[in-house]
């Protein structure tokens, strides 16, 4: 059977999480600016690796992000490699200053 995977966007713990059959898998911290998101960290659990839920989890959030007219800015190194390597429609960045 398919797993029930879901990511949902946290505002008061300033992440956005997955959740794999129920359990916390993962989040990709943010710090919101006006008209910003600046995302910090992402980490998904060991136990949970290999499924493929670090790519959902960057899609979804990022998706999530340019839906509400949120720049992005990659402070997260995984967030920073998954934008070069994947289109997100609508999506404003806003590289960090290297």
């Not at 979804?60 to 070069?84: G, M, Q, R, S, W």
Request: hydrophobic share 35%; glycine share 8%; charged share 25%.
């Amino acid at each position: 059977a398919m797993a029930d995977i879901t990511v949902t966007r946290n505002d008061d713990e300033s992440r956005y999480e997955i959740h794999y059959d129920g359990t916390l898998a993962g989040f990709a911290e943010y710090k919101l600016r006006p008209g910003e998101i600046l995302f910090v960290h992402t980490e998904v659990d060991p136990a949970f690796q290999g499924k493929g839920l670090a790519s959902r989890l960057g899609h979804d959030a990022l998706t999530d992000a340019a839906a509400k007219n949120e720049t992005i800015v990659p402070y997260c190194p995984f967030i920073a490699k998954y934008l070069t390597t994947h289109e997100i429609p609508g999506a404003e960045i806003r590289w960090p200053n290297r």
